[in-house]
């Protein structure tokens, strides 16, 4: 891969933006790398967490400037053209939606600036850590476009819509201090070192519970947070229904007695219907 490194250690995936000298900036060989790598792992199943870190000054500067350049992505001369423009926006936006969507959780540690489609991609993971120096930008209101690729439609689940409005605005930046205040970043380490360190402790924290209940609970919480109380109780108990262990829950009692480590079954391969025969 050009645009990132990818490594798996004790059940635990560790994808890393590995182009520093372009401040980690999102061209289209990044979003179909990335594409590529989230939906292998999320077929494979073997992986129980994901953490997301990055290299260099800046976590990422968003999206490649010249990628505005090509006038046959963005062509607003034709109602075909502008069609299509909604096409290729989707299609961007699945990109991340897969970080939602993916079977087990996602942590990115993020040092320096998070700007402009960076604030997208980290919106969509489940833990947001921090260094001392990291700054988030809406960089897309300062190069006259509306952020489009999720930052609008997440950030307000994260923290409170006056504050993301007048960041959407005006194009400044949030300190990342400010991010952990408002809930958008869970902690804020000194160094880039304690930051993945403590990334890769809450990972291997995850990865020794029941990949199956790690799953479960990710969709009701991204449930809960899209629904009413009462349809979310409602779809917990069919949810629990779907994956109780009896094995699993004497599994984590026994282990933990024992003061050893558990032993629980990895998420089964997806295969899709194609691949079948």
């Known amino acids: 891969m050009q645009c990132f490194t990818l490594t798996t250690e004790n059940h635990i995936a560790h994808l890393v933006l590995n182009q520093p000298e372009a401040l980690n900036t999102m061209n289209p060989t990044f979003w179909r790398e990335l594409d590529e790598v989230l939906t292998r792992l999320h077929k494979d199943g073997s992986e129980r967490v994901l953490v997301v870190s990055s290299t260099g000054k800046h976590f990422s500067a968003g999206m490649a400037l010249e990628t505005f350049a090509g006038a046959s992505l963005m062509d607003d001369q034709s109602p075909e053209g502008r069609a299509a423009i ?92 400010k991010a952990m205040n408002h809930g958008l970043v869970n902690d804020v380490f000194e160094t880039p070192q304690l930051m993945l360190a403590a990334a890769m402790q809450c990972a291997s924290e995850i990865a020794a519970k029941p990949p199956v209940a790690i799953w479960g609970t990710k969709q009701a919480l991204h449930y ?50 194609s691949d079948l025969g």
């Open 224 to 273: 809960a947070r899209d629904h009413s109380v009462d349809e979310s109780l409602k779809q917990m108990g069919w949810l629990q229904g779907a994956i109780w262990s009896n094995q699993h829950v004497l599994e984590a009692v026994v282990a933990m007695k024992g003061k050893r480590a558990a032993d629980f079954a990895k998420l089964s391969a997806l295969r899709s219907f």
């Open 86 to 177: 909604f096409d290729l926006l989707a299609d961007m936006q699945a990109t991340f939606t897969k970080l939602e969507t993916l079977r087990i959780p996602v942590i990115a540690a993020i040092q320096g600036g998070c700007i402009g489609g960076a604030v997208d991609m980290v919106t969509a993971c489940c833990i947001r850590y921090a260094t001392a120096d990291a700054f988030f930008c809406i960089q897309e209101i300062n190069i006259g476009m509306v952020a489009d690729v999720g930052t609008l439609q997440r950030l307000p689940k994260l923290m409170p819509l006056a504050l993301v409005k007048e960041l959407a605005y005006t194009g400044r930046r949030l300190s990342s201090q």
